[in-house]
């Protein structure tokens, strides 16, 4: 089994590459108007008002800052759910990631509607890609952590 | 009744009322004996006459009837015969079950009067075809050799091109009835013991009278589908594929009279890869790669995409704007589009059945009388066509076919899915097709390895086509014992 300090390591990359992947997937939603908001507008937005910010350059600086901030969901994982396996706590984690972002921060700031009045759309979209982010890094991280390999329990379930 | 424990007994005559009891002879006309009559005892040699090469057969009877002109002492007549009979391999066997599944399989079985064993030579060959290059897996340069129904030749293929003295090939017979050949295949100081030994426990399990599907009704035993689409080994029938996933540390499955081999373990992702990518420089084939892996995304995206694009507009960004039809149609656009996914794949089913001369002619029938009558009678709308048919292109990009019809399967849920709920339809749509592969577990492998769970190295090894001379090391998801390809490099670490 590696040594604690290299998964730590792994575990945080993973939440960069997540928030990589999932933040563009993001954001090209964003510009098929699927959802209102983006990840700029919970970093760019409410504090810089030229119009760069809501194009594509916004897009891109954005999501270098959330690249950044993903190493964050990826330590705390580790730190606290490694030991279970299966994709589920993932999907959980991802839930638990959204509530935060969406309803705790967004209720800080001020150009973020509140819950009752995000259009169906961009709940559904938002919620889908934070549990597929949720999964990604919850599921990578279990898998390192034992070894990559899967506990019976798990490979049984198709045989 | 006889149990199958019964030994074979000295006494000839006894032996020939027992092998004819059990096998028919003389009512059957392909299983027979000729008798040889050597130093004044009687010798049998049973044969099945369209597996047993004649010439062989032939040869050996001509030594043994020269025993009559050389030799003279009766009491070593065993001895004697057993040197006699000119063949690399042969076998003696105790038990009358042993013996007649030999006999099946196409050997020689020799009865000498007084002995209580049987000798078994090998003299077999099997009818069937040269190794040619398959249809599903064509490359434009390379190889051009294919796996046969003959196990025996494929091992010959395999062996060619892996000569190391690690490869193994353990032999199963599978089905009561059937007795099929079936071989477990690794290279062993790379493979995962642990992998090799389940693959083999449950093969042994496995209850059958046969299988006369060959290795699709063995992959139902090892792997179980439950209702998942998606195909859960991955097959080849390329010895180049075969003996480069030997080399990466996967198990082969072999079964006699198919052509298709087994790769265990498997990924979503290795059922996208190609050969042909390997055939040309790195550059070439990432970008080879790359136009493939968009083929596939729009196998699966691209129609409920264009549906949901269609039935609300209001979604596609300005610059985007052409894309709808320009008219309404007579028929609702998400039954259009279902409609001409069914008349594909009838199409598609139609041109299996249909001998090649007449084919052609369908061909031309189906895309041009059909796809402009039925815009001309108001049934379709030409952008329909336009997408079904990018979309059907798409999945014939997939190299593995067992995954470009699951896929298939999972768009028209998709459209279904966009038609009925819109936006979110597709959404969550989309988020349960990479949950269910995530779920997906093949042989103690995660489904959806590299990405979930993600594999920073793996996925680089996916995404680009590296070169050869830069592959050190194996793919983690097989856990091989010994990681590094090029040994020199064990020592430079």
């Known amino acids: 089994m590696e040594n604690h ?9 993973t939440g960069m590459f997540g928030a990589f992947i999932f933040g563009s997937i993001f954001s090209f939603t964003y510009f098929l108007t699927f959802t209102d908001l983006s990840h700029a507008s919970f970093t760019l937005r409410p504090f810089i008002q030229d119009s760069w910010v809501d194009q594509f350059w916004g897009e891109i600086v954005s999501l270098i800052i959330i690249i950044l901030l993903g190493a964050i969901p990826g330590y705390l994982y580790y730190a606290t759910l490694k030991k279970l396996t299966g994709w589920l706590p993932g999907f959980v984690y991802g839930l638990v990631i959204w509530g935060i972002v969406y309803i705790g921060i967004g209720l800080l700031l001020p150009n973020i509607p509140p819950l009752n009045e995000l259009g169906s759309d961009t709940i559904v979209t938002s919620v889908c890609l934070a549990v597929l982010y949720g999964v990604f890094v919850g599921y990578t991280i279990s898998y390192d952590y034992h070894g990559e390999r899967l506990d019976r329990k798990m490979s049984q379930n198709n045989e | 009744m006889s149990s199958s424990k019964d030994v074979i007994q000295s006494s000839i005559k006894k032996n020939r009322e027992y092998m004819k009891d059990k096998l028919g002879i003389g009512i059957s006309f392909d299983v ?6 050597v130093l004044k005892k009687d010798v049998d ?3 099945v006459n369209g597996l047993a090469d004649t010439e062989f057969v032939i040869e050996i009877l001509k030594k043994v009837v020269e025993i009559n002109d050389f030799e003279q002492n009766q009491r070593k007549l065993v001895e004697i015969v057993q040197n006699r009979l000119v063949n690399h391999q042969v076998e003696e066997k105790a038990t009358y079950e042993e013996a007649i599944t030999q006999l099946l399989s196409g050997l020689l079985v020799v009865f000498i009067d007084g002995y209580d064993q049987a000798f078994i030579v090998d003299v077999r060959h099997y ?5 040619e290059e398959p249809d599903t897996e064509r490359v434009v340069r390379g190889a051009r050799d294919g796996f046969t129904e003959n196990i025996i030749e494929n091992t010959g293929l395999t062996r060619r091109r892996v000569r190391d003295e690690n490869l193994r090939f353990e032999l199963i017979q599978v089905g009561e009835r059937s007795k099929t050949d079936v071989s477990v295949v690794y290279i062993d100081d790379i493979a995962d013991p642990s992998l090799v030994q389940t693959i083999k426990d449950k093969i042994e399990k496995v209850d059958i009278d046969g299988i006369a599907m060959a290795d699709k009704s063995l992959e139902e035993f090892l792997v179980r589908q439950a209702s998942s689409p998606f195909p859960l080994v991955r097959y080849t029938e390329r010895p180049d594929v075969a003996a480069a996933h030997l080399f990466e540390g996967h198990v082969l499955i072999m079964v006699d009279t198919s052509p298709s081999v087994m790769i265990t373990p498997t990924t979503f992702f290795h059922h996208i890869q190609h050969a042909e990518e390997y055939r040309q420089v790195p550059i070439v084939g990432t970008f080879v790669r790359w136009v493939r892996f968009l083929g596939i995304l729009s196998s699966i995206l691209l129609l409920p995409l264009w549906l949901l694009f269609v039935l609300q507009p209001e979604y596609l960004p300005p610059e985007l704007s052409f894309i709808g039809p320009q008219e309404e149609g007579n028929v609702p656009i998400a039954i259009q ?11 598609r089913i139609a041109a299996i059945h249909t001998p090649t001369a007449v084919s052609t002619a369908m061909g031309l029938i189906a895309a041009v009388l059909i796809g402009e009558i039925a815009i001309e009678v108001g ?7 336009l997408y079904v048919a990018i979309s059907a292109i798409g999945s014939y990009a997939t190299p593995s076919y067992e995954l470009s019809v699951a896929n298939k399967i999972c768009r028209i849920f998709l459209v279904i899915g966009t038609a009925l709920f ?12 990479i949950l269910w592969m995530v779920n997906t577990v093949s042989l103690n492998t995660p489904y959806f390895w590299p990405f979930i769970p993600f594999n920073p190295q793996a996925m680089k090894h996916i995404l680009l086509r590296i070169s050869v001379p830069l592959q050190r090391t194996r793919p983690s998801i097989v856990h091989p014992q010994n990681n590094h390809r090029q040994p020199d490099q064990k020592t430079k670490k």
């Open chain 2, 379 to 385: 049934l379709f709308s030409p952008e329909i066509i």
């Open chain 2, 337 to 347: 589009i279902v409609l001409a996914d069914l008349g594909i794949e009838f199409l």
């Open chain 2, 32 to 37: 027979d004996y000729r008798t040889i009559n």
């Open chain 2, 127 to 131: 009818p069937g075809r040269g190794p």
């Open chain 2, 45 to 47: 040699f049973y044969f």
């Open chain 1, 5 to 13: 300090s290299s998964i730590i390591m792994k575990s945080i990359i």
């Open chain 2, 422 to 433: 819109g936006l979110p339809g597709l959404v969550i749509g989309m988020t349960m097709y």
